[in-house]
Structure formats: structure tokens, C-alpha cells
């Protein structure tokens, strides 16, 4: 009997001990426990917006957000810091091969289709612009309103950004600049909101932001933005005309229609499928696809009602 009772401890005291040398910080389930995961702050009303609904449905699940720029936000998941991210891009394959060498299988979901918005003043009556002309402001090459619109009162631009490592950013460097650098007299802000914030206050200047910072909540149509500003209609064309020019609209989005428009992705580091896959299936389900529909981007899954709109 002694001896049973000595071997009892002993297996308790195994157990407890190998507990406590797991090196596994991350005890969640698929819809329980508490989890970090980073965000392109660009993102951050819609996914707070999942997020609520999300832990609303599951009261045993917690997840806490790092809203911040792209570039920090996969640093995070290379560090294992994370194991969702949101992203509008998938890892490279280097990012890739770097969490394969340490035994991780990370996986991209698309999300959802957003857009870049281009905003000015309400003052400015400028608003159609095409793709050439807009890499000529970004590199530097036009400086002034009048170089594009010859009849402009409005003088030098004032061309703002959110963060210098965001993902709009990268965006306009790769797809609308095609790799040529930036000029060194762009500003950045350091939100989405302080750049609306910024252009609705100064008449000279032009604002470079995510499309789902503009939805106007109170129209359930999505074909009105934010009051304060003007939303530019963007074309691909030599010559930007009312014919071939498009606001970020759902419909122009899904349809390819609108020039400026980029995937969201989550990306997923999560071996022991459990609150991070959890999270990315709501996600990804009906109901969490309603709310991007919701938002004024268009969700990856869910088919959108197209309404036919005119241009201003």
C-alpha cells in the first residue's frame, strides 16, 4: 500500500513536471482560451468589427489585436509572436522557408478585396485622375495641381500617407510606381484617420488611404463615403474622362473596373488548429463575409448585390 501511494506521487509529480517544462505558451481551442494576433492597421474597423461578433458567439475565447503597420505585423508572425495575421499579402517565399525550418506549415486565406482611395478637399473640384498622372505626383515628377489640372488655383500639392511602413505604402510603390522610389516630400500621418482628418482641413491636398475608412455606416447601399472629403474617380487611361473613370465602389472593385483595388489575406501559423483557425473559419464563413460586405470592400466568398451607379 506504501509503496503504491510513493508510486502515486511520483506520476503526479512527472505530470506536473512535464506541464511546466511545455514550451507551448499558446493553450487555446478552436473557440476558447485567449490569443494575440497583429493587424494592417488599415483593416482595424472591420476586423474590430469581427472580432466583436466573433467573441460575442464564444464567450470563452478572447482575442486581443495589434493594430499596426503591414511590416510589423508579418514580423510578428516570423517571431512566433503571433499565429494570425492580416495582411495584404501572402509571405514571400523566404518568410515562408523561414517558419518551415522551424517545423511550422503556414497557410494564406483570402479575405477580401479592398481598394486605395484617393481623397481631396471638398474645396477641390479636381477629381478625376488617371493612373500615369498619379505616378507622376507619387515620384515627384508633378508637384503642382496646375501640371495636371491646368485651370487649378490650388498650387503645390500636399501628398499624405498613413505610415511609411504600411501597406498602402508598399502598394504604391510596387503597383502603382512599379518599384520606382517615392519622393522624399510625401507626408505621412499616422493613421488612416488622422490623413482624412488632415485633407478635409487643407485645400491643397491629397490623401492616399484604405477604402474602408471612407464607408459612410449609415448609408446600407455602400455608394456614399465619408462628407468631409471628396473621393477621386481613378482610370487607367492616358486621359481621365466621367466615361472611363471609377470610384472604389463594391461593384467597380469586384468587377476589376476600379485600377486601384488589392487582396486581404489572413495568414495562419497554427499547428495546433485551435483559437486561430477557430477565428479564421468564422472568418471566412457566412457570417463573418457579411460584415466585410458590410463594410464597403468586397468579401472573398460572398456574392455582392450590384447596383448601377452614375458618375459624378
Excluded: H
Excluded at 471566412?284 to 458618375?311: E, Y
Amino acid at each position: 500500500m506504501i509503496k503504491f501511494k510513493l508510486l502515486s506521487i511520483l506520476f503526479v509529480i512527472t505530470l506536473l513536471s512535464c506541464q511546466t517544462k511545455s514550451n507551448d505558451k499558446f493553450t487555446d481551442t478552436l473557440t476558447g482560451g485567449v490569443i494575440p494576433i497583429a493587424v494592417d492597421a488599415n483593416f482595424e474597423p472591420i476586423i474590430q468589427e469581427e472580432l466583436d461578433v466573433f467573441e460575442s458567439m464564444y464567450p470563452k475565447a478572447g482575442v486581443v489585436p495589434t493594430y499596426t503597420d503591414e511590416v510589423s505585423a508579418i514580423n510578428l508572425l516570423l517571431k512566433d509572436s503571433v499565429r494570425f495575421a492580416i495582411t495584404t499579402r501572402p509571405l514571400s517565399s523566404n518568410e515562408e522557408n523561414s517558419l518551415k525550418s522551424k517545423k511550422f506549415s503556414p497557410r494564406s486565406f483570402k479575405l477580401a478585396i479592398d481598394g486605395i482611395a484617393l481623397i481631396i478637399n471638398n474645396q477641390n473640384n479636381d477629381s478625376l485622375i488617371n493612373v500615369a498622372n498619379l505616378q507622376k505626383i507619387l515620384t515627384g515628377k508633378v508637384k503642382n495641381w496646375k501640371e495636371i489640372f491646368p485651370k487649378s488655383k490650388l498650387g503645390k500639392m500636399t501628398v499624405v500617407f498613413d505610415n511609411p511602413n504600411s501597406s498602402t505604402v508598399r502598394f504604391a510603390i510596387d503597383s502603382i510606381c512599379k518599384g520606382q522610389s517615392l519622393s522624399k516630400e510625401l507626408n505621412a500621418q499616422k493613421t488612416n484617420l488622422e490623413v482624412i482628418n488632415y485633407v478635409s482641413k487643407t485645400p491643397n491636398a491629397i490623401g492616399i488611404i484604405g477604402v474602408n475608412w471612407l464607408n459612410n455606416r449609415k448609408d446600407t447601399t455602400n455608394l456614399s463615403f465619408k462628407s468631409n472629403i471628396r473621393v477621386m474617380s481613378v482610370s487607367k487611361e492616358d486621359i481621365a474622362t466621367a466615361g472611363n473613370s471609377y470610384k472604389p465602389y463594391q461593384a467597380y472593385l469586384f468587377y476589376g473596373n476600379y485600377p486601384l483595388s488589392r487582396s486581404v489575406y489572413i495568414i495562419l501559423n497554427d499547428p495546433r488548429s485551435s483559437l486561430p483557425s477557430g477565428l479564421t473559419n468564422f472568418m471566412t464563413s457566412d457570417r463573418g463575409q457579411r460584415i466585410i460586405l458590410k463594410s464597403g470592400i468586397v468579401p472573398a466568398t460572398q456574392p455582392i448585390r450590384v447596383v448601377n451607379i452614375k458618375n459624378e
